[in-house]
């Protein structure tokens, strides 16, 4: 299993124009505000300081981009369904996903990242709507699941795998606290950037 050993930070950008060569195959990681999705990342790729964490919702307004190799990468997306945030600065962000998402290439997956406490909302319906319909992949992590007992996670995950019924959309149980569901996240990862049962990229 690749341990991701060379993982970097390559840049950061607040408009389509600053984005990294649309080259090789990347995985999103997509979800609410404080959802934990830069937590994921350094879970993943096992360097605790990669993404920024934080405990203020919304804080991560860029497109982050790691390169775990040449031409392969993971994408800490900006959260969304914080309603604090300026009407501007969302109008900004809806902007940017568009955009990204509209003409991304190289994205093959998203990694949609929900706290298991509220389980799938609208705008990760919208998420995960989005990547079906453009012929991407997409998994979802339950994260937090440390934070529930062992049944109310097990009623969780069975709901979110009964939505996705009928699609290819994975669910799983999530917790980097807790270390669960690391190892199967990261297959799912190497999964996508390899390009199992996909052509050649
Ligand atoms: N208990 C618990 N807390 C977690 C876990 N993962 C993340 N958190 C906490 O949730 C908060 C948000 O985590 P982030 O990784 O910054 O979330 P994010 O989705 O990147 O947030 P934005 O970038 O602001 O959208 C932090 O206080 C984390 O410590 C987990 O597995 N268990
Ligand atoms: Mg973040």
Known sequence: MSTYANVKF???AASVGQLVADTGREVAFAGRSNAGKSTA??????RSGLARVSRTPGRTQL???FELA???RLVDLPGYGFAKVPAAVRDRWHELMRDYFARR????GLLLIVDARRGLGELDRAML???????RRAHVLLSKADKLGRQEAIRVLRATQAECAGTDIGAQLFSAHGRQGIDAARDVLSQWLEGEGEGAA
């Open 105 to 108: 290439e190289s994205l093959v």
């Open 10 to 12: 390559l840049t950061s």
């Open 41 to 46: 990342i350094n879970a993943v790729t096992g």
């Open 63 to 65: 497109i982050n981009f």
């Open 70 to 72: 040449t031409d392969r």
């Open 129 to 135: 709507n989005w990547a079906l319909g453009r012929g």
